[in-house]
């Protein structure tokens, strides 16, 4: 168990929809990443806040969009839905004092299928 | 384009023997080059990682090399176990402009027992 809680674990719906995936990081992690994994792919990165900023922005399509809470859960939102965007998410964390090293905590992942 | 490179998409080693998995990059920035290793239904976890600045860095049975002039990575697993069998993705970090883990497309090591 990692530390890093993400909700749902698994997602169908359809095409044109709009779903919110869910991330809590480690206890005292303000750091919080978001990777989305395509079938048989690496994972690519997405976006990263932390304490409730945005620090660093990748390939992130502009149909999603993400937020930290001043709780520092984070949410990840994905609108539009294609049938491409079905893939893993998974979201992490890392500890202050690992910050840049790239030494991350990763959830379980929510796995998102679009029909 | 792919900055990290996983041309091997799988490993099959009997235990016991050594597992070489190996990574090549592209992007000289990087200065953190990490290993993670992924099990079916969990999320990647890291397994070992080096500094730009260091061309070796061992961990128990993993030891990880770097080889900057020929811009490759390799984790060498000694010896391997069964357990071990898992999709381990090479990683490298720019600390600078990118703050961003790059990702390879992993390797699925199965160790025969």
């Known amino acids: 168990d990692s530390g890093v809680t993400q909700t749902p674990k698994h997602l169908i719906t359809a095409t044109g929809q709009r779903v919110t995936l869910r991330c809590s990081p480690r206890?005292?992690?303000?750091?919080v990443y978001w990777y989305q994994q395509s079938l048989d792919q690496g994972l690519q990165f997405l976006i990263q806040?932390?304490?409730?900023?945005?620090?660093a922005k990748g390939n992130i399509l502009e149909r999603f969009s993400a937020q930290q809470f001043p709780d520092l859960h984070s949410e990840l939102n994905l609108s539009s839905l294609e049938l491409g965007d079905s893939a893993l998410y998974f979201c992490?964390?890392?500890?202050?004092?690992?910050?840049?090293?790239?030494?991350?905590?990763f959830g379980e992942g929510s796995r998102l299928t679009v029909l | 384009d792919q900055q990290v490179k996983q041309n091997s998409p799988s490993l099959s080693v009997q235990e016991g023997r050594i597992s070489i998995l190996n990574c090549d990059y592209t992007n000289s920035m990087f200065d953190y080059f990490l290993w993670y290793k992924k099990y079916p239904a969990e999320g990647p976890t890291f397994l070992i990682s080096?500094?730009?600045?260091?061309d070796k860095n061992e961990d128990g049975r993993f030891t990880v090399f770097l080889n900057k002039s020929a811009k490759h990575l390799s984790l060498h697993i000694v010896p391997s176990q069964p357990g071990d069998s898992a999709v381990y993705f090479c990683a490298a970090h720019d600390t600078g402009s990118a703050r961003q883990l790059t990702f390879g497309s992993g390797t699925q090591l199965t160790v025969l027992p």
């Open positions: 992490a964390s890392s500890p202050q004092e690992r910050e840049g090293t790239g030494e991350l905590f």
């Open positions: 206890s005292g992690d303000l750091s």
């Open positions: 806040y932390y304490n409730g900023e945005e620090r």
């Open positions: 080096i500094s730009s600045i260091k």
